[in-house]
């Protein structure tokens, strides 16, 4: 009975192991991969960052303390914390240097300009009038917390990376799969404009595109997702002139299906995996567009916490030699982000090359 039921179970086993997919081997090769495995710990990260930002980050990202202005690493400031009768009812910080006194209703105090003043308890907060203030990794010229910038501008990279690449895989899809299958005019027409578009510097084209449609950040991830398609779309093309000739292809066509549940159903399927490491790799390069344009004033405008933004805001105190980190931390963010993409899309590469069995 014994030897009967371990019969059973390796067939068992031989049907479960036919009937998965590419995919389940795919995932079994990528998790066999330290490296890639890195890099997707290191952006699932980032993307948690992203969405829960608002927790958290320590402060505002665009509370400006003058007074705290271009402060250094694990600077530590005090502040009364002012309650606003306005609207919001907003909280405001006064940066003190010494409490004097706190008797009776009033606190005396010395601010920044080595005044002494005096504020009514009535003014302040109730629960915490006064409070100690830690930025981790300093401040930049307008007193705004650069940790709290640097987690709310991973927001803004890797939205516009995500979404920018979107764009550029519908439109390569789309273009590709038209080109390859039908072919003829049609295919002319489509790798005429790749060529067009290919002969522009990337980097140009996008920042044309952003003068064109204008400043913010719509534009930015329009401009760059409307530059980054003609690889996949040269991929998706080349992959179809030869999956088109197939039998199982010609079948589809013999027993009467149209053009478009060919191409949706059964050519483009087989193409995901090329699609998929190039639209990786772009992600990348996506990220690094936006931080240039953000460099440049083309992309996502101020306030809004960009890394981009916050590397021209500091680079000019990294060439006078202070305060180093206000250019260098989002570069840190910016190169970290990028590696862990590369290295999850060389991954993916190997995962989905059908040479690789083991």
């Not at 913010?216 to 996949?232: E, P, R, Y």
Request: charged share 20%; net charge positive.
């Amino acid at each position: 009975m014994s030897e009967i039921q371990e019969i059973k179970n390796r067939i068992t086993e031989s049907e479960t192991k036919a009937g998965r997919s590419l995919w389940y081997y795919s995932w079994k090769r990528l998790k066999r991969n330290k490296l890639a495995m890195v890099g997707l710990y290191v952006l699932s990260f980032m993307v948690f960052v992203a969405i829960f930002a608002p927790w958290i980050a320590p402060y505002d990202p665009n509370d400006q303390i003058l007074e705290f202005a271009t402060k250094p690493i694990n600077f530590k400031g005090e502040v009364l914390i002012k309650k606003d009768l306005g609207s919001n009812n907003e909280l405001q910080y006064i940066p003190i240097k010494k409490i004097i006194s706190s008797s009776g209703n009033d606190i005396n105090y010395i601010d920044y300009n080595d005044a002494d003043k005096t504020i009514s308890k009535s003014e302040l907060n109730e629960k915490t009038p006064f409070k100690t203030l830690t930025f981790l990794l300093g401040t930049d010229r307008f007193g705004r917390d650069v940790l709290s910038r640097l987690i709310y501008g991973s927001r803004i990279s890797l939205s516009v990376g995500l979404i920018s690449e979107s764009i550029a895989i519908v439109l390569g899809l789309i273009l590709g799969a038209l080109a390859g299958f039908f072919r003829g005019t049609t295919d002319k027409v489509i790798m005429w404009i790749i060529n067009v578009v290919w002969a522009f510097p990337s980097i140009l084209f996008v920042i044309a595109i952003s003068v064109v449609l204008g400043k913010g950040f719509w534009q930015a991830f329009v401009a760059i997702g409307l530059t980054a398609w003609v690889d996949i779309a040269r991929i998706v093309r080349g992959q179809i002139f030869s999956i088109r000739e197939t039998e199982y292809i010609e079948a589809t066509k013999a027993v009467g299906f149209k053009s478009p549940r060919i191409i949706l159903r059964h050519i483009l399927p087989n193409c995901m995996g090329p699609v998929i490491i190039t639209g990786t790799v772009g992600l990348a390069t996506a990220i690094i567009f936006e931080a240039s344009l953000s460099f440049l004033g083309l992309g996502v405008q101020p306030p809004t916490a960009s890394w981009g933004q916050m590397i021209f805001d500091g680079y000019k105190y990294l060439i006078a030699g202070t305060n180093w980190g206000l250019a260098v931390f989002p570069s840190l963010a910016i190169m970290i982000t990028v590696f862990a993409v590369n290295l999850l899309g060389d991954g993916v590469r190997d995962a989905l090359d059908p040479k690789l069995t083991k």
